[in-house]
């Protein structure tokens, strides 16, 4: 997605006669659903320190001129694109813009700087790198890049910043890598940023190579499960990009302040489905490891430590990766900081007691805490899918001081599920009646759901798709039992509906890899064989438990399997205390049925046992579609003035 695109010459007619600003604001306000006065103040500032760049004629006035364009798999986005050709290629300069006016250098952290945003001074990532990190997600996730051998060449642009001594923090020799890699000029550098312009920009290109990048395919991102034995080696397979840098590299200084000064700390990362959370958490697992620290993944799902324990299965010794990947329930009887560091993932689904019957221990939070010198727990309230799941914040801040912890906080928002779509995910919200969100029909143009009237046909669907690259599943609402004499049988269904002939067996008992195994696409899994896990795609049948009556959609803990342990004892709950029992179960409904309509990267398919609920699906999905056509073609009007075939693309 581009919010606002034209050709150089048209783009400085709309900055002399001040139209540009209003376009970017109608632009944002129709794809992303509101723009803050900030970002209005920026734009207009900025473009007019472009404007005077640009004011030159030897770049072509026919160059692809393009304002905040959407990174694959991210809701980050690109401040200001050119576009053309040099000798031999296309060419694309990437600009990120800065407003600021004063950087300060940080030590120990790399590629992080100190600077006043947001109301006051925080750390975020050096401008060079984001520049070369948005720039190195383009080239990994945009099939026309790599094809069309387009060269990116990203720079930054503080057009406020004035250079106050010879050795400067801003480009201070820490971040030479990334300012070799990615330019930064100044106040005072027009000339030198206008000069790189014309280097790689000679020839005019009337938005053409534009053109191929926005409707370039977005290949999948790299699965974590893929590249973990690869990281494990020493290679960087993901690029962090922003506060996903931010937080690693804060970790890392919070894990060395822990080893000298003997503080003990806690790290709360705070972020939603797709955030990255995993990524930065093995990440932190591998460098932390490589710097012989003691290190364990923590995460009470089952699921993903046995995904990860296969995929090096060929790589490392069986002890050697159970050391590396811990069940939350492993600390019961350690001592105090006896980990250098425990890296929790799904922090939100630890329990009090540990053990079968849950009866061990004190509090798995307080047990966490207490037997490492640093604690990064990952975190996402929403996410708590069974009725003992207690991971949350407030307890994580009781415990941390009840311990004499130093508590830090942080936040990923940035999505790299959903084909990078944050209005996804708070369209799924609004949907399920979760919260109200801005985002009530857009869920990104490229994101594929549909509502399957015939489980059958999507079932269908889902095999075909996962052909070849068997990352595509079929998973459902805890709403048949899991029949013990049969869990080896993958012939025998447990998923019956009746009326269109309908059966599918649940994830085989003797696998824990449900997720990568070559036939589980036969089968169903559950909200606890894939929290934590991606597809390319996911269908999912969503049971009686989640139904829509009176114009709301609401939840019934009582069509659960008697299998499914997630709501145990709760009718005990509801004799002792019915209110906060009942928001209990309709919570646990709710957010298992988020975690799983968001495990698909490219597409979610649906189908409700309940028609009603169905028909509400597919009407806000046809609002939704109404409302991206409507956009759509006021967002390509000018285009289709330059493009003959236009009018057969937009049928």
Not at 397 to 419: A, G, I, P
Not at 528 to 552: A, M
Request: a negative charge; one cysteine or more.
């Amino acid at each position: 997605m581009i919010v606002y695109e034209n050709i150089k010459e048209g783009f400085l007619e709309d900055v002399f006669n001040d139209q540009l600003t209003t376009n970017i604001i109608n632009n944002v306000n129709e794809k992303l659903g509101n723009v803050n006065e900030s970002e209005v103040r920026s734009w207009d500032n900025s473009m007019q320190y472009m404007y005077r760049i640009l004011m030159d004629q030897s770049i072509p006035s026919d160059s692809g001129v393009a304002i905040e364009f959407n990174i694959p798999y991210s809701s980050k986005r690109v401040d200001f694109i050119i576009t053309g050709k040099d000798d031999v290629k296309e060419s694309v300069v990437i600009v990120e813009l800065k407003q600021w006016e004063e950087v300060e250098r940080v030590v120990g952290k790399e590629a992080i700087v100190k600077t006043y945003l947001g109301g006051r001074i925080r750390e975020t990532a050096h401008p060079s790198y984001q520049a070369w990190s948005y720039s190195s997600l383009i080239k990994d996730y945009n099939e026309n890049v790599q094809k069309n051998n387009i060269e990116l060449y990203p720079c930054a642009y503080l057009h406020n910043y004035i250079t106050q001594k010879p050795q400067d923090d801003l480009t201070d020799k820490v971040y030479h890598y990334y300012i070799e890699e990615a330019p930064v000029f100044v106040k005072g550098d027009a000339k030198k940023l206008r000069d790189f312009i014309k280097k790689n920009i000679k020839y005019g290109d009337n938005k053409e190579t534009l053109y191929k990048i926005e409707r370039g395919k977005i290949k999948p991102s790299k699965s974590l499960q893929d590249s973990l034995s690869s990281m494990l080696k020493g290679n960087e397979e993901f690029v962090m990009i922003d506060e996903q840098k931010v937080v690693f590299e804060e970790a890392l200084a919070l894990s060395k302040k822990a080893q000298e000064t003997g503080e003990k700390q806690v790290l709360i990362v705070e972020g939603g489905p797709g955030t990255g959370k995993s990524v930065v958490a093995i990440n932190l697992l591998v460098k932390l490891t490589n710097e012989d620290l003691v290190v364990q993944y923590v995460t009470k799902n089952r699921a993903p430590r046995s995904i990860y324990e296969q995929k090096l299965k060929g790589d490392y010794r069986k002890s050697e990766i159970t050391n590396l990947f811990k069940s939350s329930g492993s600390y019961t009887n350690t001592k105090d900081n006896e980990f250098d560091v425990l890296v929790v993932d799904e922090a939100h689904r630890l329990n009090e007691k540990s053990g079968m019957f849950k009866n061990i221990g004190e509090h798995q939070v307080k047990e966490i805490i207490k037997s490492s010198k640093l604690a990064i727990l990952f975190i996402d309230e929403n996410q708590k899918i069974h009725i003992d799941d207690v991971g949350d914040i407030e307890v994580i801040h009781k415990y941390s001081k009840e311990l004499k912890c130093e508590v830090t906080t942080m936040e990923l928002e940035s999505q790299f599920r959903c084909n990078g779509s944050d209005g996804y995910l708070a369209w799924i919200d609004d949907v399920l009646n979760i919260r109200k969100t801005a985002n009530v029909n857009f869920i990104g143009k490229d994101y594929d759901f549909r509502v399957y009237d015939d489980p059958n046909d999507m079932r269908n669907e889902i095999e075909r798709l996962n052909k070849g690259r068997n990352k595509s599943r079929i998973v459902s609402g805890y709403c048949w039992d899991w029949n013990k004499e049969t869990r080896l049988n993958s012939d025998v269904p447990d998923i019956v509906i009746p009326e269109f002939n309908f059966g599918m067996s649940w994830n085989l008992d003797n696998t824990a890899t449900w997720a990568i195994d070559e036939e589980s696409v036969k089968e169903s899994g559950v909200i606890h064989t894939c929290q934590g896990l991606e597809f390319d795609y996911v269908g999912v049948i969503i049971g009686d438990d989640l139904r829509y009556e009176n114009g709301e959609v609401i939840t019934d803990h009582t069509k659960r399997a008697k299998t499914d342990r997630s709501l145990w004892g709760i009718k005990k709950r509801i004799k002792e205390d019915p209110v906060n029992a009942h928001k209990t179960a309709d919570q646990v409904i709710r957010n298992t049925y988020r975690t799983l309509l968001t495990r698909g990267q490219k597409g979610c398919f649906v189908y409700c046992t309940d028609k009603k609920l169905a028909s509400y699906f597919k009407e806000r999905l046809q609002k939704m579609i109404d409302y991206t056509r409507e956009e759509f073609f006021n967002d390509h009007l000018n285009v289709a003035e330059n493009k003959d075939d236009y009018g057969t693309n937009l049928h």
